[in-house]
């Protein structure tokens, strides 16, 4: 896989797992969705107003237009692995932004998870 070609499917992949990071921000501002209270369509509406949720749903067009530029030019079963760095960047993100500290075994799990992303892009 050429640099370029890797850059432009990991600006996907990094826009992929901003906009998660902004919808779990959004939902903790609505709160649960879905809780025994009955009110999940009240928060849903609160949740319209939330800006991290705007956000979060751009950086998803976005990633889709950039992922489609690298399925252009990469073959899908190169580029789809990349998919799972989205793991890293998101558990380093959320320990960073949100607090969320990783256990051992996560951690592991997403090593494995890298280990077999570098032999599959190195095919």
Known sequence: MKLADFAILSCGVLLNALAQLGLKAATQVSGPL?????????????????????????AYGLSVIVWLVGLS?????????????GYVINIGLAWWLLGEVP???????????????VLVTRS
């Open 34 to 58: 879905v809780a025994g209270d009955g009110s999940a369509w009240k928060r849903g509406l609160d949740l319209l107003v939330v800006p991290s949720l705007w956000y979060a749903l751009g």
């Open 73 to 85: 030019r990469v073959p899908v079963s190169q580029a789809y692995p990349l998919l799972s760095m």
């Open 103 to 117: 256990n051992a075994q996560r951690v592991a799990g997403i090593g494995v998870i890298v280990l077999g992303v």
